[in-house]
């Protein structure tokens, strides 16, 4: 066997082992080095069709925790993996969707967050193959921003929709997680209840990224559009930013994230895009905290 066979057998082998770990079907969080392994692999092979590969062998839609798993790990590839992962992914996105769906009426916990999460997915897949500007963590460069659909104020209004939506459906998700969890009179997080959490640290990223966008955005839009005509977007990111400010708050005061993400402060108050000279305040966004998992 040459030896650049024997690498691709090596490194194969390292990916099955690796993603078969991450994605199992024991009520505990992921471990990180797992999930790393993977996101290297898709740069490795400049894609994620040997991810797709092995998880299209895996027990996704008869055992809830594996499918959970699954979508924490897809998550994570769409965010930090190759740029080829996304356009591998989005051809199994009406199966993630239907994963959903299967798990939509299961009794237990995780029925009531898998078809949230498949939701976020695919909502997340369509957001990032429609606009390209988009890294794959959501950010984008202040000034391509104002290039997008050649500064026209139509496709602005378009965006911001498009980028509430995802939120929303974040929101949406981590309201289900915390609803699954009794952590109040927890003195620690057993490990069922950090399996269910360990998604919240790509969703801390993720709509901590979209609000910024966000934000950017509605300033944009009050620059060169009526009130009237806006007041549905600014009613729906007060709702948003209501609700985002909650999920922080609740996430800072919890031991298990403070180790692992820095979490951004938001104002006291959503933005009043109606004072014409407010200039538009950006926050820090979230940021993984790097140490050894």
């Known amino acids: 066997m040459k030896r650049n066979e024997v690498d691709r057998e090596t490194f194969e082998k390292t990916q099955f082992a690796s993603i078969q770990k991450a994605i199992n079907r024991e009520e505990v969080a992921t471990k990180e080095k797992h999930i790393r392994t993977a996101i290297l692999g898709t740069y490795q092979e400049k894609g994620a069709k040997l991810f797709w590969h092995v998880v299209r062998r895996l027990q996704l839609s008869t055992n809830a925790i594996t499918c959970w798993k699954f979508c924490h790990v897809l998550h994570k590839l769409l965010r930090d993996g190759h740029e080829n992962t996304l356009a591998d992914s989005i051809r199994y996105k009406q199966q993630i969707t239907d994963l959903g769906n299967i798990w939509i009426h299961a009794t237990i916990a995780y029925g009531s967050i898998i078809p949230k999460y498949s939701q976020y997915l695919a909502c997340r897949m369509k957001f990032t193959s429609k606009y390209k500007e988009f890294s794959g963590n959501l950010s984008i460069d202040p000034k391509v921003l104002e290039q997008i659909g050649n500064n ?121 895009f109606l004072i014409k000279s407010s200039e538009c305040h950006q926050h820090a966004p979230a940021v993984m905290i790097e140490e050894d998992l």
């Open 152 to 272: 026209d104020i139509n496709s602005y209004f378009e965006l911001c929709v498009d980028v509430m939506d995802c939120l929303e459906c974040l929101m949406d998700l981590q309201e289900g997680i915390f609803r699954t969890l009794d952590i109040s009179k927890a003195v620690s997080v057993t490990g069922p209840e950090l399996c269910r959490l360990a998604p919240c640290i790509p969703v801390i990223l993720d709509s901590s990224q979209l609000y910024d966008n966000a934000l950017r955005i509605m300033y944009k839009l009050h620059s060169a559009l009526t009130a009237d005509t806006l007041s549905g977007h600014r009613y729906r990111f007060s709702v948003l930013f209501a609700k985002l400010k909650s999920f922080f708050y609740q996430c800072s005061n919890m031991q298990y994230f403070k180790r692992l993400v820095q979490i951004p402060l938001l104002p006291d108050e959503a933005p009043d």
